[in-house]
């Protein structure tokens, strides 16, 4: 079992910036993918940013040039920069972990509580 925690969401102007954090613990074998997603109400989660084990990243459009998404492969963590942030960047940010378990290296996928984000116009 792997636990996320996430932390750094709140209360932000426009153009303003914010960082989260989110820290894996527990019984950590091999992680691979780290990502973040954000859902509104009423609305699927989608994919805000997303890290591989071996570093490449990948954005949604909505965010590119913003939001910078890195990773601490020995601490087992992964974090979002958002800057110059906008009102529709407004959500619960999901942070997102694909880990491989022994014996057989199946890919499960665990998420975090969520951690809210405002932004204020």
């Known amino acids: 079992q792997v636990q996320l925690v996430e932390s750094g969401g709140g209360l932000v102007q426009a153009g303003g910036s914010l960082r989260l954090s989110c820290a894996a613990s527990?019984?950590?074998?091999?992680?691979?993918?780290m990502s973040w997603f954000r859902q509104t109400p009423g609305k699927q989660r989608e994919l805000v940013a997303g890290?591989?084990?071996?570093?490449?990243?990948n954005y949604a459009d909505s965010v590119k040039g913003r939001f910078t998404i890195s990773r601490d492969n020995a601490k087992n963590t992964v974090s979002l920069q958002m800057n110059d942030v906008k009102p529709e960047d407004t959500a619960v940010y999901y942070c997102?972990?694909?880990?491989?378990?022994?014996?057989?290296?199946?890919?499960?996928?665990?998420w975090g509580q969520g951690t809210q984000v405002t932004v204020s116009s």
């Open positions: 997102n972990v694909d880990h491989l378990e022994p014996p057989w290296l199946k890919l499960e996928r665990y």
């Open positions: 527990g019984r950590i074998f091999s992680i691979n993918a």
């Open positions: 890290i591989t084990s071996g570093g490449s990243m």
